[in-house]
């Protein structure tokens, strides 16, 4: 069974005034499956329509058209089934009441009628000695940390972390990894959305592309990088820059892009090209002083996949 | 999963009046209600030109308290839901299994529990400062009208619940709930079906109005209070606006009143309900 089934899901405001109606289409014709066990990160600029998908999971917003299920219960009509397996980070929320940190984690525990320790959950994210104060007086950061610990009550089988990372700081980022995959290990599958590429790309099986409300793309990374015709960059610094470079290096099978900055080539190709490329260049006129080569990087992905929009 | 939705119902409002406590609020009203007990029996009690034995303390308790409590409960319930949505405390809440319904409903129970207790408070405290100033305590009358107090209290806790799942910000909430106060307090609530017979009689008002008349304005929650209290405990008379008939008709009768107050409990949680249900965060 699919933890996350989205069919032809479209999402859109509609404010009603005095001199007409405005509606705003946060998510057209959505179609996508998450599967059970597999972490997905869920891409997007801002505007893109991640947090709006991640509302109508949890029942948040009603979809206008289409279908969505999650573990097979249909949302809204079976959402309480639905949330009780499973662990949220929401976007826009606030403390409920004048509790203290560990307050809310106990009744996270009390609203999954689970029997997890408290203690252990806080230590888990790191938020040991701020737990005793009132959450209003905590800083983004330990917010954050304080609903992934809330998330973890009753051991879901999902998790919904919407932009998990948001005001942590490096130790508290590395710790959210490690909770993901320690998680995901468990068994449980994980469904997070973000922005900041490098986390999706340390952790996640399968990444979904959402731009302007559409599903642009949806596959692991490896296979995307290939789909945009380059998974490698090879930056080739030369004692001069031969006239036909661009020519000879671009007929090479597997390259896609030939720039020159400077003394310096960047090519973007398939893997397989990088050997013939740097080969190429030995054997010109100019002295070669210095070889790099990277993957594609995601912001590469993202700007081709959504335009350079974010 | 009934089981699991009655003890999160259980649950919720446990936390629900755990809150009001965090935030004060239930200190502020118990308080309030301590005091009024007090202050209403003790003065009562203290007035030269007037004998305690002839003064009946349930009598000079339930015509403050009878409006005083649908302003507080409108002032103080009526941000009760949408305090929590704006400040994304519902989305933390709904993020954990709790239905909209169980939410609707315990804060509705939550919320029912706290002016109940205060003006169980406000009886208690009345009780000796009463006995202590000579003024004459029926138990029976005392109980019986605590008892419809109660249940206005409640069916205005349901009307502030209503409009805080219904509006998007406080202080519409709080708009909403002072002209709801006005219009049932006030029995503006009167003038809209006056405002029907005049525009159906050619704009101008008939020799006698049509019984509908009558039986509209008997559905004000304060009308249903007045009508019951003045057929139970005559000694009451009636409360601001609102008189009670000579003659009463079977909808100015108590077993009607009751039957208005709990079809207003039932209205505005079903409303609300319906409402929040379908609103996004």
Known sequence: MAAIELSGVTKRYTSYGFFGNRSVTAVQDLDLTVREGEIFGFLGPNGAGKSTTIDLLLDYAEPTEGSVRVFGNDIPGDSVAARERIGVLPDGYGPIGERTGREHVEFAIDAKDADDDPDELIERVDMRGPDEYPVEEYSKGMAQRLMLAMALAGEPDLLILDEPSTGLDPNGARTMRKIVREENARGATVFFSSHILEQVE???????????GQLVAVDNLESLRAETGQSATVTVELSTVPSDVSARVGEIDGVADVRTNGTAVVVACRNHAKAPVIAAFHESAADVTNVTTSETSLDDLFEHYTRGVA | MAVGDGSRLGLYVREDVRDTVRERQAQVILGLYALVGFWVTNSAGSNP????????????????????????????????????????????????????????????????????????????????????????????????????????????????????????????????????????????????????????????????????????????????????IADVFPALGGIGFIRPPQEPAFYERPAFAVAVLLGWIAFATWFGHRRFRGADL
């Open chain 1, 202 to 212: 340390s952790v996640c099986d399968r990444v979904g592309i959402l731009d302007a």
């Open chain 2, 49 to 228: 030109a007037v004998d305690p034995a002839e003064i009946d303390l349930f009598a000079k308790l339930a015509t403050p308290l009878a409006l005083l409590t649908p302003l507080l409960v409108l002032g103080f319930f009526c941000s009760s839901l949408v305090e929590k949505r704006t400040s994304g405390a519902l989305t933390v809440v709904l993020g954990l299994p709790f239905s909209r319904k169980t939410v609707v409903l315990g804060t509705l129970i939550g919320r029912s529990i706290l002016i109940t207790g205060a003006l169980v408070i406000a009886t208690v405290v009345a009780i000796p400062v009463g006995y202590l100033r000579g003024v004459s305590i029926d138990p029976v009358a005392l109980v019986g009208s605590t008892l419809v107090l109660i249940l206005l209290a409640i069916t205005f806790t349901a009307v502030a619940v209503l409009i805080s799942a219904t509006t998007r910000t406080a202080t519409r909430a709080t708009v909403a709930a002072f002209a709801t106060f006005v219009i049932f307090a006030a029995n503006i609530w009167a003038q809209f079906p006056r405002l029907v017979v005049y525009a159906s009689n050619g704009l101008s008002y008939p020799e006698t109005f049509p019984a509908w008349y009558d039986f509209v304005v008997a559905l004000n929650p304060m009308a249903a209070y007045t009508y019951l």
